[in-house]
């Protein structure tokens, strides 16, 4: 046989490892930049934080370039003509293709001048806190939004250019959508509120109590085991704010606060994680690396953590076999403190100025807040010097708080001074989710609460594990909450929740 | 003016400036291992082991990929013909020459070989001390010291293959210059050993009391800080087997174990280690990622914990000042042991079966065994079927032990399993500098003795500070000896300071 020029057409099995390889390989190194930024808040020591600064850079800014590999498409373009790939395989593909042209719409140069933008505006934002200033953060967040504005264009939209943005945390999300879930919701919240607080408020005292560090590290590790939080891949640690990181599936770390003059600061923030975690723990190991082995949407992984926080972690069944073994712990602090009246407190309803600090009721008046003011950020119709005024007036209206100063105000969050356009609306999104995967639970296990009142929480976790977590990213939230509910998302199991819990609380 | 082909030529400023750039960001990936690999060492669940592998073998890879790329060269080739660069920054760029054109002759398939070929013995080795068994080791040893000759063969040398693979750990590393040293040291040290033999034990039993935990992880922090390591650039932890890691000179980490059977584990590593971050922590911070910026070479390293570890961490004036604190930690069980007692239990010379485990005087003899072996085995003199019986044979008329089994023997270290031929050498050569330092910092600081004795050991550090930590890579070992104490390497320093300590110890 003779020579010839073009070397033998790869199977598509070949070229299936090759994507597969060349996708685990750059997730090698965006897990490796996720353990140096786990260490840079947990135990890196003052002085390193410069050189671990430029680590973190050069490995995102590699990642970054090896995913944009013209040779990449290729192998992308490649397979996505093939048609002998299995469903689960061509589904990676597709989005790993998806990803590949994402990426491709945003110019090196204009990534670059994003992350110089970032950068600025994030040290500003610490500045600008310290000193109780919004003047300070005003003008690096203008520019700031002006890049956001641009990087909608460059990706491209049908509707509102905020729904660029927001595709970038939930796949498909769009302003028509959140609005009318905002529109259904606010209104009966803002209601059932009103009537709250025209009630007698409940007693949450007991909680804010000196409560030792130890024992609440304890308590918190002993809660996480109860959750089944599978500590031979993953492990707690203390950072100044709660998170959860994972390297693999198999390595799903989070991390807590304690404070002891509140004890609900770290627990509920133990649950939250735990939910964060178990979903990250449950994806699929045998897909390191590629989209099937990620999470769905911040959406879905946000429902995932309030599910547990609160549908499980506030519920009365949960607390009624949890309450004697915390007592077990703090048996000074909860003495006299019967079980009903530590249910009504840990979900006491208290209009507030700081978001992480908010209940399960007014926490969506925070988000839908946000929302707002991102959205006319984005389409121009205000801007970043009347924010503070608009902040403070909306609180006002919406709450009925007075906000003091700025750092209890807009500059409480940090999501801004990251460039993180359009992430808040997936917390409000997912606790809705979190209500509606809860009715769904309660619907195919009946027992569940009764389950739970006799210390299990494992059938809760049974059904994620069956209708959530092995599919990845396979469908977008939409599509994955008709398949785990057989409905599309519907604001009603959330307010039927709300009503009925604080109804009897309240009685109202 | 018209349009040219060529590109201007660079500055040197700006051709150094990319030279820079490229090794710092080799660098952060390098650096970035480390911590992937520290984080493995201390806090990896169980289960994220496999990832983890996977993680650090990627980061590595592309690190050599980006380090032996043609512009990489070209970048270097291009400075060495400049003339305007300034003697640090030539000395800079000659070093990664060098390390550009060493790395160049190791083809890549060669490299996975010998990769795939040290996965493999390391595994053999851990299956084979479980089983006690050198056999299971022998087959993959063999065929790791055959590719430890064919790379010997393609980096090349003048004297004998071994010196090439000496060279890798200490540059400039000969056989001749080690026979020559050890020809020196050895038959004095054994003479001082027989008369030990001959006279009474000092008893040390003291040392293997029952010392809690909690009490020894305090203690270990209290004598770092009295030995300046800087807690604002590094940490301790806890591993298995301690060691020094660093990820710039500014997050320089050190691990310790604790055995509450045993004072002396914990605390003598401590202090070796501290001596290995204290280099580490002093290396310039302006040559991150360059030649200047790293060690001299393992010999120098292991100078740097030795001379803490032995001639300060052993001397009778760190302990006048010492003591008294220590007996604070441990009140109970030093009660009965006076100064003079401590101090001859911490020396006490007895010949036994591991490395680690050894005296300052027969650490000498372990490492002789283990350089002779590995000599022969790269001149294939011996090949690794004898290696259980020449290692017992070597035992018995070196240090007169009987070896009962490969566990105990040729099977207790891990640097065989890992190719890790030519190491061995640098532990003895590292405590005879160890041995010069500290007489040149006796005949600068006369008075050095007495400040450790009153409890300050700043004026040792500084003296490295001055005259070791400040040059990196400028001086290869035998050079920055000279510079440092004005001559080349000479044994009489360990054998004088040996020969005085345990003649008063033995009352020889």
Same mark, same amino acid.
């Given at each position: 046989m003779g020579k010839t020029d073009c070397p033998p057409m790869p199977s598509s099995r070949e070229l299936y490892e090759t994507y597969k390889t060349t996708f685990q390989e750059i997730a090698d190194i965006k897990y490796a930049s996720a353990v140096?930024?786990?260490?840079? %808040?947990?135990?890196?020591?003052?002085?390193?934080?410069?050189?671990?600064?430029?680590q973190i850079a050069s490995l995102n800014e590699l990642a970054h370039k090896l995913f944009t590999k013209e040779s990449t498409g290729n192998i992308l373009y490649e397979l996505m003509g093939r048609d002998d790939l299995g469903s689960r395989e061509k589904r990676n593909v597709e989005l790993s293709l998806e990803d590949f042209e994402k990426n491709k719409k945003l110019p090196s140069s204009f990534v670059r001048?994003?992350s110089?933008?970032?950068?600025?505006?994030?040290?500003?934002?610490?500045?600008?806190?310290?000193?109780?200033?919004?003047?300070?953060? *005003?003008?690096?967040?203008?520019?700031?939004?002006?890049?956001?504005?641009? %990087?909608?264009?460059l990706l491209g939209?049908?509707?509102?250019?905020?729904?660029?943005?927001? +595709?970038?945390?939930?796949k498909?999300?769009?302003?028509?959508?959140?609005?009318?879930?905002?529109?259904?919701?606010?209104?009966?919240?803002?209601?059932?509120?009103?009537?709250?607080?025209?009630?007698?408020?409940?007693?949450?005292?007991?909680?804010?109590?000196?409560?030792?560090?130890?024992?609440?590290?304890?308590?918190?590790?002993?809660?996480? &085991?109860?959750?089944?939080?599978?500590?031979?891949?993953?492990? *707690?640690?203390?950072?100044?704010?709660?998170?959860?990181?994972?390297f693999s599936s198999r390595?799903?770390?989070?991390?807590?606060?304690?404070?002891?003059?509140?004890?609900? +600061?770290?627990?509920?923030?133990?649950?939250? %994680?735990?939910?964060?975690?178990?979903?990250?723990?449950?994806l699929p190991y045998d897909e390191y690396g590629l989209p099937l082995g990620e999470?769905?949407?911040?959406?879905?992984?946000?429902?995932?953590?309030?599910?547990?926080?609160?549908?499980?972690?506030?519920?009365?069944?949960?607390?009624?076999?949890?309450?004697?073994?915390?007592?077990?712990?703090?048996?000074?602090?909860?003495?006299?403190?019967?079980?009903?009246?530590?249910?009504?407190?840990?979900?006491?309803?208290?209009?507030?100025?700081?978001?992480?600090?908010?209940?399960?009721?007014?926490?969506?008046?925070?988000?839908?807040?946000?929302?707002?003011?991102?959205?006319?950020?984005?389409?121009?119709?205000?801007?970043?010097?009347?924010? !503070?005024?608009?902040?403070?007036?909306?609180?006002?209206?919406?709450?009925?708080?007075?906000?003091?100063?700025? &750092?209890?105000?807009?500059?409480?969050?940090?999501?801004?001074?990251?460039? !993180?356009?359009?992430?808040?609306?997936?917390?409000?999104?997912?606790?809705?989710?979190?209500?509606?995967?809860?009715?769904?639970?309660?619907?195919?296990?009946?027992?569940?609460?009764?389950?739970?009142?006799?210390?299990?929480?494992? %059938?809760?976790?049974?059904?994620?594990?069956?209708?959530?977590?092995p599919f990845g990213r396979y469908y977008?939230?939409?599509?994955?909450?008709?398949?785990?509910?057989?409905?599309?998302?519907?604001?009603?199991?959330?307010?039927?929740?709300?009503?009925?819990?604080? &109804?009897?609380?309240?009685?109202?």
């Amino acid at each position: 046989m003779g020579k010839t020029d073009c070397p033998p057409m790869p199977s598509s099995r070949e070229l299936y490892e090759t994507y597969k390889t060349t996708f685990q390989e750059i997730a090698d190194i965006k897990y490796a930049s996720a353990v140096l930024q786990w260490d840079q %808040e947990t135990y890196l020591p003052p002085k390193g934080s410069d050189a671990r600064g430029r680590q973190i850079a050069s490995l995102n800014e590699l990642a970054h370039k090896l995913f944009t590999k013209e040779s990449t498409g290729n192998i992308l373009y490649e397979l996505m003509g093939r048609d002998d790939l299995g469903s689960r395989e061509k589904r990676n593909v597709e989005l790993s293709l998806e990803d590949f042209e994402k990426n491709k719409k945003l110019p090196s140069s204009f990534v670059r001048k994003m992350s110089e933008a970032v950068n600025k505006s994030f040290h500003a934002w610490i500045k600008a806190r310290k000193e109780n200033s919004f003047t300070l953060f *005003q003008e690096p967040l203008d520019e700031l939004v002006n890049l956001k504005i641009q %990087e909608a264009d460059l990706l491209g939209y049908s509707g509102h250019p905020y729904d660029a943005l927001m +595709n970038d945390y939930d796949k498909g999300l769009t302003v028509e959508f959140t609005d009318n879930l905002f529109n259904q919701l606010i209104p009966p919240l803002s209601e059932l509120l009103e009537k709250i607080r025209q009630k007698p408020q409940v007693d949450n005292s007991f909680l804010f109590q000196h409560f030792d560090k130890d024992t609440q590290w304890k308590y918190g590790i002993e809660l996480l &085991k109860q959750l089944h939080y599978d500590f031979e891949a993953g492990r *707690q640690d203390i950072s100044e704010h709660p998170f959860t990181i994972n390297f693999s599936s198999r390595d799903v770390r989070i991390t807590t606060r304690i404070d002891e003059r509140d004890f609900s +600061n770290m627990t509920w923030s133990c649950i939250h %994680e735990c939910g964060h975690a178990l979903y990250e723990q449950g994806l699929p190991y045998d897909e390191y690396g590629l989209p099937l082995g990620e999470y769905c949407s911040l959406s879905i992984h946000e429902s995932q953590s309030r599910l547990w926080e609160n549908a499980v972690g506030r519920s009365r069944e949960f607390w009624i076999y949890q309450y004697p073994f915390l007592k077990e712990y703090f048996p000074q602090q909860f003495k006299d403190i019967s079980g009903e009246q530590f249910y009504a407190g840990i979900n006491k309803v208290q209009p507030s100025l700081i978001r992480t600090e908010a209940d399960e009721l007014t926490y969506h008046l925070h988000i839908y807040i946000r929302y707002n003011i991102e959205k006319q950020l984005i389409e121009k119709s205000i801007c970043a010097k009347d924010l !503070s005024e608009i902040w403070n007036n909306h609180y006002k209206q919406l709450l009925g708080v007075d906000v003091p100063d700025d &750092k209890n105000g807009c500059l409480q969050d940090v999501h801004w001074s990251h460039g !993180s356009f359009g992430y808040f609306a997936t917390y409000s999104i997912g606790s809705l989710y979190a209500a509606q995967l809860f009715s769904a639970i309660k619907k195919s296990i009946p027992s569940v609460n009764q389950m739970m009142s006799t210390g299990s929480t494992s %059938e809760v976790l049974q059904w994620l594990q069956q209708h959530i977590y092995p599919f990845g990213r396979y469908y977008n939230s939409s599509d994955l909450c008709r398949k785990a509910t057989g409905d599309i998302l519907d604001v009603n199991h959330f307010l039927g929740h709300a009503s009925e819990k604080y &109804k009897e609380i309240y009685k109202i």
